[in-house]
């Protein structure tokens, strides 16, 4: 963890309450260097994203989904374009770990960063609207378990049928 660097993509989303520490305080107390990574330079490196090569990968994603509802082709390849830009920006900053400002990419890119974040988890510790305490204590958490990890939020609790229903999808593949 002493020598570890996390990516900040993008400012923590402003409603998360207890996950905007001082980057200061995160190196001092945890050993991480933070590295802040521009949101608009990295949406610049979505746009201009070669979709085409990752494809392969997607369609092996795709091919063990027992049911899609919704998304289309151009979804799909949005998808794999904020994955690309995602590995990009690890390659670039050589980071261990990442958190993105995920709604801005719903706003701006008409995309959910669920897909990338979710392949990207197999690789290193990545979390979600830029929610750094989430994402070190993943860090943490593999590093002392020697075990994927993941962050979800209960989103409905059905009582009578026993099910939990989580918000996020950045559980690591090699985990399902």
């Not at 001082?22 to 590295?35: A, K, N, P």
């Not at 390849?77 to 990419?105: M, N, P, T």
């Not at 750094?132 to 009578?160: F, Y």
Request: one cysteine or more; proline letters at 2%; aromatic letters at 8%.
């Amino acid at each position: 963890m002493q020598s570890a660097r996390m990516g900040l993509v993008g400012k923590p989303s402003e409603w998360l309450v207890a996950s905007i520490p001082d980057f200061e305080t995160i190196s001092h107390i945890w050993g991480l260097q933070v590295v802040e990574v521009d949101f608009d330079n990295y949406f610049q490196q979505v746009l201009q994203a070669d979709s085409a090569k990752n494809m392969e990968s997607l369609a092996a994603f795709i091919s063990g989904a027992t049911h899609i509802s919704s998304p289309d082709q151009t979804d799909f390849k949005k998808s794999i374009d904020i994955y690309i830009g995602l590995q990009e920006v690890i390659e670039e900053h050589k980071l261990d770990a990442l958190s993105v400002r995920c709604f801005d990419l719903v706003t701006r890119y008409q995309a959910t960063g669920c897909y990338a974040l979710s392949q990207l988890n197999d690789r290193v510790m990545a979390g979600c609207k830029g929610d750094l305490v989430s994402t070190i204590g993943m860090l943490w958490a593999k590093h002392l378990l020697e075990a994927q990890t993941w962050m979800a939020n209960p989103a409905r609790i059905d009582k009578e049928n026993n099910k939990l229903r989580l918000a996020h999808c950045t559980i690591s593949l090699g985990m399902t």
